[in-house]
């Protein structure tokens, strides 16, 4: 078992940066793959980025370069840098740990209950 904890979430305005973070207790973190994955209303939860344990990085195309994924296995700890932020990313972020490296939602095994981001003027 895996229990995973987000924080981080809040209202922003457009331009704004934030970080989510992510904290994992339970089964060895450092050999579990990270995701973070978004879901707005009406719309799939979607994949913004994904981290093996060995540091290699997966974003969408649309994302490249405004978001970054990052862990820290010493604290068991993952998160994510998000810049020049606009109301498209208002969403629920997710976190989730998968047992090797995947890039779609069905492949994780566990997550966390959620952050909301809210980006508005």
């Known amino acids: 078992q895996v229990q995973l904890v987000e924080s981080g979430g809040g209202l922003v305005q457009p331009g704004d940066s934030l970080t989510l973070t992510c904290v994992a207790s339970?089964?060895?973190?450092?050999?579990?793959?990270m995701g973070w994955f978004r879901q707005a209303p009406g719309k799939e939860r979607e994949v913004v980025a994904a981290?093996?344990?060995?540091?290699?990085?997966y974003y969408p195309t649309s994302l490249k370069g405004r978001f970054a994924i990052s862990r820290d296995n010493a604290k068991n700890t993952a998160y994510l840098k998000m810049n020049s932020l606009g109301p498209e990313d208002t969403a629920v972020y997710y976190c989730?740990?998968?047992?090797?490296?995947?890039?779609?939602?069905?492949?994780?095994?566990?997550w966390g209950q959620g952050t909301q981001v809210t980006v508005s003027s």
């Open positions: 989730a740990a998968a047992e090797s490296f995947a890039v779609t939602p069905d492949r994780y095994t566990y």
């Open positions: 339970g089964r060895a973190f450092s050999s579990s793959a």
């Open positions: 981290i093996s344990w060995s540091q290699r990085t």
